[in-house]
């Protein structure tokens, strides 16, 4: 059933694609022409809690009074849609052409989109002093789709490790000296399953971005390569599907590993040693009143690796005001924006002249610093549509119905179906 859904969602994709496309060649004007009593219409999204709300109201207001210090007659109309089918919100708004003239993307989102050609390039429109030079490179990279910049970044995050300190003390672990690599994982991990508790967590209903992917990149391999040739399946794709099975045959990961959607709850209540996890993460564990953990690196086999969403806001090709939108991205991503944005929600600002939000949060300057080594995911145009399928291949793994060599064949085979289409 689930399949069959995905089967139909991604048909009316491709016609909500195909009907966008159309309208945003019919309604292409305005280019280069700023209407001062012009309303820019801003998606959002919940990027705090509700006991957080009132702040991120006021954080969003203060960005539309610094915009309007330039543009005093622009009205900023923000607009705050749930996360939840928010792709086919966005797309379902675009084919009528209508929606926003500025939204949040995140990089597989966004090469989606940019080449179905939604979105607008963004070079043309900056200014000169826009900041490229304060972005990370890698920050650049996530925005960067063909050569062209479509979005400016206003959040990152990394994941990495955090382990229960109480765990690994019972089991004479280090918290000074945690694991860098698989083998020192491994060692680590077999004491805390000797002792009755997992190793780690593993949803896997998670996308492959935070459960599969960032094991490949650890071995030293990719899912497409820079050509956009499909490599998942070589010598160090299947070393990480291997991983997994041997994590799950091991009792490294819990029994329900094939489908979970959540593993933090375990290890709150002290049945992980550890637990794969990013800034939201430390935000829940510290709202829950649990201090008895510590923050460790991401693993390595051949390649110091982990995933972490960059977040940007981008303008759509349909839009009648692309430079006063452009000009007002320009001001949300500034150096002061960023940091007052993401100092509330606990993300890692992308540019580097704001990361001393986290002077006094060693945890979460710990986590800003692994920055340089977070990939966004797959910068492909099928990015979301191979997720379910990765994912299938991957369960019927765990499963036992396929070898991990199989199963990375097979998922081989279901991502060259997509480019092929």
């Not at 990370?136 to 382990?163: C, H, W």
């Not at 991503?333 to 944005?341: A, D, L």
């Not at 997720?387 to 199989?406: D, F, R, S, Y």
Request: hydrophobic share 40%; proline share 5%; glycine share 6%.
């Amino acid at each position: 059933m689930l399949r069959k859904k995905v089967g139909i969602w991604f048909c009316l994709l491709v016609l909500v694609f195909s009907l966008a496309a159309c309208s945003s060649d019919k309604k292409a004007s305005g280019d280069n022409k700023v209407n001062e009593k012009a309303t820019l219409t801003v998606w959002i999204h919940p990027y705090v809690g509700k006991d957080l709300k009132d702040q991120q109201t006021k954080v969003f207001d203060n960005i539309a009074k610094d915009f309007k210090k330039k543009h005093p007659k622009v009205k900023v109309k923000f607009q705050e849609i749930p996360w939840a089918n928010r792709e086919q919100k966005i797309l379902t708004a675009l084919s009528a052409n209508q929606g926003p003239d500025v939204f949040y993307l995140i990089p597989d989102m966004m090469a989606q989109f940019a080449d179905k050609k939604l979105l607008t390039p963004l070079d043309q429109y900056l200014g000169k002093d826009w900041g490229k030079d304060d972005f990370s490179q890698t920050a650049l990279d996530a925005v960067t789709y063909d050569k062209k910049i479509y979005g400016l970044p206003m959040l990152r995050e990394s994941m990495a490790n955090f382990y229960n300190t109480k765990i690994l003390k019972e089991i004479g672990g280090d918290p000074n000296n945690l694991p860098k690599t698989w083998d020192e994982f491994d060692e680590l991990g077999q004491k805390a399953v000797d002792k009755g508790y997992f190793a780690r967590n593993f949803e896997g209903s998670n996308t492959p971005n935070a459960t599969l992917y960032p094991f490949i990149w650890q071995a030293g391999g990719d899912i497409l390569d820079k050509d956009g040739k499909v490599i998942i399946n070589n010598e160090a794709g299947v070393k990480a599907f291997t991983k997994i099975n041997d994590w799950y045959k091991k009792g490294f990961i819990p029994k329900d590993s094939i489908s979970a959607a959540d593993h933090f709850t375990p290890f709150v209540e002290g049945k992980l040693l550890a637990v794969f996890g990013s800034g939201a993460t430390l935000s829940a564990l510290r709202a829950k009143g649990m201090n008895d953990f510590v923050v460790g690196p991401p693993l390595k086999d051949k390649e110091e690796a982990t995933f972490g969403t960059t977040g940007m806001f981008v303008i759509p090709a349909n839009s009648e005001n692309k430079k006063l939108a452009a000009e007002f991205i320009e001001t949300m991503t500034s150096k002061e924006n960023s940091m007052e944005f993401n100092k509330l929600t606990k993300y890692i600002p992308a540019r580097e002249s704001a990361s001393s939000i986290f002077d006094e949060d060693p945890a979460m300057k710990q986590l800003a610093s692994y920055t340089d080594i977070t990939k966004p995911g797959v910068m492909s145009p099928v990015a979301r549509t191979i997720i379910p399928k990765v994912q299938a291949e991957m369960q019927a793994m765990l499963e036992g119905n396929k070898t991990p060599k199989e199963a990375a064949d097979a998922a081989a085979k279901a991502i060259e179906s997509e480019l092929k289409k």
